[in-house]
């Protein structure tokens, strides 16, 4: 039996907790946050003794400590804002607690995020026989599982990955962001990046775009983004010839976000309005709709997937693998839309995997640099169920020279 405590009481966390209180491993849970009435909120739809709510600001390394302390969990799952990641892994350190994320850390006050700043608490957390697992969602996540997973029964090397993203739901709202406001729209409107020939080729943001199709979805315009899964496979991958991540908007979407742009009101910058200090894109997500609340009328599903090719026994080789997820499912399951679900359900399985011991080691790590056996058998009957191609027609078999934007 084990003791789990969740940071973070988005939509992400809702998931978390929920599947958390129907795995019998973990006999005693603590949701925490700074809003301590969403924890209030999660708790009384779930109604389960195991779960215990308490206020926090992970911003304040001694806060989340003293909570560590008095609690006593076997591990943390940090569900909470990117921004906080080093505050949290600080306290999981102090605490002596092994540490799970979805997405990786991302500094306030620039557009920026990268693992180096996590991946440098390496020796700190081997040294104090704790495991950190960075970036257990689904995208960051599952990805890197799946293209491990790849890698160990059908390859001998890895050389091209692409990583496809597709939301084919409707909120029916004008426009909305399907995870934080301020997060989501920071990542879009960065520069597209991807890994070629053991180097990293920026490109203009959403400038390389083409129509992928998607399982039971059918084809969608996808466009090239940079992600930070990309920085964690080119690393321990070392095979890889080139590795991209692409995701699907819709017109409509995207002429809202150049609107928005236009305006200035996606800038991260404080400018100065009747005498108070503003950063307009914090402004613009307190007028967008909460992304949990998008949840109860969202219908569709989302597909995310890995294109792998390679070669097996010196031959050329193809691999797809892939989950779909659909939105109303995940509402009536969890109260929650397929987004949050897709990233809540694997930071659970990747939290028993440390708990079973499976994964635990000391340090830090990414998922790909795991064994993915145990934590596939877990995907489909924890609610994600996936599909795989295996030498199959690719979207991109003809694609491995440069892309027409």
């Known amino acids: 039996m084990a003791r789990v405590m969740i940071v973070g009481a988005g939509g992400v966390g809702n998931v978390v907790a929920h599947k958390c209180a129907a795995q019998e491993e973990f006999s005693d849970i603590l949701l925490a946050s700074r809003s301590v009435e969403k924890c209030h909120q999660i708790a009384q739809r779930i109604s389960s003794p195991k779960l215990k709510i308490a206020e926090l600001d992970a911003n304040h390394v001694s806060h989340t400590v003293k909570l560590l302390k008095d609690f006593q969990p076997d591990i943390l799952i940090n569900v909470a804002l990117p921004y906080q990641d080093l505050f949290l892994m600080e306290a999981c350190l102090e605490a002596g607690v092994h540490y799970l994320d979805t997405a990786n850390y991302e500094p306030p006050h620039e557009a ?17 026989g704790i495991t950190a697992i960075l970036g257990c969602g689904f995208d960051p996540g599952v990805t890197g599982v799946f293209t491990a997973y790849g890698l160990k029964h ?5 050389h091209y990955l692409d990583i496809v993203d597709c939301n084919a739901g409707n909120h029916g709202r ?24 053991g180097k990293w080729i920026s490109v203009p943001p959403l400038s390389i775009h083409r129509s992928i199709p998607y399982p039971e979805i059918g084809d969608r315009e996808s466009y090239l983004l940079y992600h930070e899964e990309l920085e964690s496979l080119a690393k ?10 692409w995701m699907t908007f819709s017109e409509s979407y995207l002429t809202h976000l150049r609107v928005l742009e236009n305006l200035g009101l996606t800038r991260i910058d404080p400018i100065d309005y009747e005498g108070q200090e503003i950063v307009p894109l914090k402004f613009l997500k307190a007028l967008l709709p909460e992304p949990a609340s998008l949840a109860e009328n969202y219908v569709g599903q989302t597909s995310i997937g890995c294109y792998l090719q390679g070669i097996k026994a010196g031959r050329p080789h193809s691999y797809y693998v ?20 897709t990233t809540g359900v694997p930071a659970v399985i990747g939290a028993l995997m440390v708990v079973r011991g499976i994964w635990q080691q000391p340090g830090v790590f990414n998922v790909e640099q795991c064994d993915p056996d145990p934590f596939m058998k877990l995907l489909g009957p924890l609610g994600l169920p996936w599909h795989e191609v295996i030498d199959g027609a690719s979207p991109f078999q003809d694609q491995l020279v440069e892309e027409v934007a």
Do not use: M
Request: glycine share 4%; proline share 3%; aromatic share 22%.
């Open 112 to 128: 920026k995020f990268e693992y180096g700043w996590q991946w440098a608490y390496h020796d700190r957390f081997r040294q104090a």
């Open 174 to 197: 004008a426009f909305a962001t399907n995870f934080n406001p301020e997060i989501n729209i920071r990542e879009i409107t960065q520069e597209g990046r991807y890994y070629e020939d």
């Open 322 to 341: 892939y989950n779909n997820c659909d939105h109303a499912l995940a509402y009536q399951e969890v109260g929650s839309q397929a987004i949050s679900y």
């Open 236 to 245: 321990h991958i070392p095979t890889l010839k080139r590795a991209r991540f």
């Open 154 to 158: 059908y390859f001998d090397e890895i």
